[in-house]
């Protein structure tokens, strides 16, 4: 697979988690909003359980973790973990533009710090690329 063709992958990938992850999360959020203030109470439970967003938030769940799979056979967990915070900047987003939800000037700021922080990654990890030990594993088997 050419270099090209590798990073367009990664990037799928990246994408991929960051869609899912938010999505799974929105999900989550409706589904609060309609099944109404835990009880524990058997009812409850039943409506929580069949809920369309709460079965979609938990598919979301179950698809997100086989994307994380994916990303930390090629990622160090160090690299992995900070750039995944891009899926608080989408929560966030999606939850103005979803949800119809208020953002304050210092939630702004926080987003812009994490955008600086996962750019900062970025650069030092595009300078000495690492891949994880089972990804150099496979690499070095072909």
């Known amino acids: 697979m050419t270099r090209f063709h590798d990073r367009v992958q990664q990037l ?22 309609q099944i109404g203030e835990m009880t524990w109470e058997w009812s409850w439970i039943v409506r929580a359980v069949s809920d369309k967003w709460f ?32 899926c608080f900047v989408s929560v966030l987003a999606l939850s103005v533009v979803v949800l119809k939800e208020p953002v304050t000037a210092l939630q702004i700021v926080g987003m812009a710090t994490i955008g600086v922080g996962i750019y900062l990654i970025a650069q030092d990890h595009q300078r ?14 072909r």
């Open 55 to 86: 079965i979609a938030s938990l598919v979301c769940d179950v698809a997100s973790f086989l994307v994380w799979i994916a990303l930390l056979r090629r990622h160090d967990l160090s690299f992995a973990v900070p750039v995944s915070s891009l």
């Open 12 to 33: 799928a990938i990246w994408a991929a988690l960051i869609a899912i992850e938010s999505a799974a999360q929105i999900s989550l959020k409706l589904a609060a909003n």
């Open 128 to 141: 000495s690329p690492r891949l994880s030990p089972a990804a150099a594993s496979s690499e070095h088997r």
